[in-house]
């Protein structure tokens, strides 16, 4: 009562020291605090962050692993990298990359500090695991478990390969700068060499049937040979709905649509996050 009688009565630093705290609090929160990433961007940087710490561990020797100095060093370096460079992301993917890395540097050394060793950051498997438990933990905000399809397998039946295929494309559409209207774009024959390394990624996006993964990457790279000009289709029409209605409708190998795109633009993935 007789702090509230004094503030009412005279001007004092002290009766405004808690609006004070609420606007810094405010303000900190606003500009210098950690901002939510959306998830195309996320993946993106946990794939190039892949490559560098990649390209890293071929000169590690089998029973070496890269420090956790060396490490940090790859990643706060990332947006300046070769790997990022050559990646030829687009603007929404690459703008504010630098702060995106320095507000989180700590909690990325974190996660890809976990295997260090040079079969760790060579294997597939925990490369894909890395980068979507990256992009879904609460510090980043960024992605859902089932907006990734993380729980989709792939099998050899045509169907199968066809969505995981059109998933990995759209996905890579999604994040590219290129936009080709036509097949005679330059931008057309960038992706489409990116398109030829769709099989041999496969298994960064979802898992393999144990002891069948080279029959798998087999009849995937049959696929894309049988229907390249169909595939290709998918890098002009960058449409949600046309990704989904591909393989059901385009080239007919499955009996129903797309339910779960991963990155899709359409807000139509169930439990869809704002991932736009």
């Known amino acids: 009562m007789h702090q509230a009688f004094s503030c009412r009565r005279s001007i004092s630093i002290r009766c405004f020291l808690p609006i004070l705290s609420i606007l810094l609090l405010l303000t900190t929160n606003a500009v210098g605090g950690p901002r939510r990433w959306n998830c195309v961007q996320c993946m993106a940087i946990q794939h ?5 710490l990649h390209r890293q561990a071929a000169s590690l020797q089998p029973e070496e692993s890269l420090t956790e100095d060396e490490l940090s060093s790859a990643i706060a370096g990332l947006c300046k990298s070769e790997e990022w460079r050559s ?8 703008k504010g990359c630098s702060n995106k890395i320095r507000e989180h540097l700590d909690f990325l050394v974190e996660w890809w500090g976990i295997n260090r060793s040079k079969t760790g950051l060579q294997h597939m498997a925990h490369q894909r695991w890395l980068m979507h438990s990256v992009c879904t933990q609460p510090a980043a905000q960024a992605c859902s478990m089932r907006s990734l399809s993380w729980s ?40 489409k060499l990116r398109l030829g390394d769709v099989c041999d990624e496969l298994a960064l996006h979802r898992p393999l049937p144990a002891g069948d993964q080279e029959h798998v990457l ?18 002009l029409n960058r449409t949600a709905m046309f990704a989904r209605n591909f393989c059901n409708e385009e080239v007919q190998l499955c009996p129903w649509e797309l339910s779960t795109l991963p990155h899709a633009d359409d807000g139509l993935n169930p439990g869809d996050k704002e991932e736009l």
């Open 152 to 191: 989709d397998e792939v099998d050899t039946s045509r169907c199968s390969l066809c969505r995981a295929i059109t998933k990995d494309v759209y996905t890579m559409t999604r994040m590219s700068r290129h936009r080709p209207t036509t097949r005679r774009d330059a931008s057309f024959a960038a992706m």
């Open 87 to 94: 990646a030829e992301y687009a603007t929404h993917v690459r």
């Open 48 to 52: 190039a962050i892949r490559r560098v």
């Open 218 to 235: 087999v009849e995937c790279k049959i696929l894309v040979k049988d229907l390249q000009s169909k595939f290709e289709m998918l890098l």
